[in-house]
C-alpha cells in the first residue's frame, strides 16, 4: 500500500484503534502486537489501555506476530484467547460476543469467523490449541491451524469479513461505499 493501512481512518479513528476499541468491548486484557512502525503505531493507541507487544520479527510474517502476543497472553495463563487483524473494517462487538458464545454451546476449541467460503479470523482458540499456533511458521496465519483440524472447529458466519483493507483501491472503495 506504500503506508501503514492500519493508520488509515474509518468513522474518524484508525483501523488500529477500531479493532481495538471493538476488542475491549468483549476481551480483557487486549495484546497489541506492533511491528513495522512501532512507533508510530504505539503512539497513535498509547490514549488506549492494552498491552503493547513489538515483534521485532514481524517482516518474517502474520505468524511471527501471532506468536508474539500468544507467547505474551499464555504467561497470563488464559482459558481462551481472540485472535484478529486491523483490516477488518466491519468487525464488531456483537461478532466477538458470538464467537465466545459459539464455543460455550458447542465447545469445539477452535471457533473461526465464516465469510467468502472459507473459515478465519477473527479466530477463537482455547489453551489446548496453543501449542499448535506456536508450531505455525512464521510466513502463515492461525487459518492453517483452523484448516489443519476441521473436525475441532466451529464456526459463526461474519458478514462482510471477506472485506479487508490491503491495497489503496480497497480502501477508496469501502470508503466510497459507506459515505
Known amino acids: 500500500m ?48 492494552v498491552d503493547v507487544v513489538e515483534n521485532k ?32 473494517p466491519l468487525l464488531t462487538a456483537n461478532h466477538l460476543k458470538a464467537l ?18 472459507t473459515v478465519g479470523v477473527p479466530a477463537l482458540f482455547v489453551k489446548e490449541i496453543f501449542s499448535k499456533l506456536f508450531e505455525i511458521e512464521n510466513a502463515e496465519g492461525a487459518r492453517k491451524v483452523i484448516a489443519a483440524f476441521p473436525e475441532q472447529v466451529a464456526s459463526v458466519a461474519f458478514e462482510g469479513g471477506e472485506i479487508d483493507l490491503d491495497t489503496e483501491g480497497d480502501y477508496n472503495a469501502f470508503i466510497k461505499g459507506t459515505s
Not at 465466545?100 to 467460503?117: D, F, H, L, T
Open 57 to 88: 520479527r514481524w517482516s518474517e510474517g502474520m505468524g511471527s506476530s501471532l506468536k508474539a502476543g500468544l507467547s505474551h497472553l499464555a504467561a497470563l495463563n488464559p482459558d481462551a484467547v481472540i485472535v484478529l487483524v486491523s483490516d477488518q
Open 2 to 49: 506504500g503506508k501503514s493501512k492500519q493508520l488509515l481512518t474509518i468513522q474518524g479513528v484508525s483501523l488500529l484503534e477500531h479493532t481495538i476499541l471493538v476488542a475491549k468491548k468483549v476481551c480483557s486484557p487486549v495484546a497489541v502486537i506492533l511491528g513495522s512502525q512501532f512507533e508510530n503505531h504505539q503512539q497513535v493507541i498509547s490514549h488506549l489501555a
Open 100 to 117: 465466545v458464545e459459539a464455543y460455550q454451546v458447542s465447545r469445539k476449541p477452535i471457533v473461526g469467523s465464516a465469510y467468502s467460503n
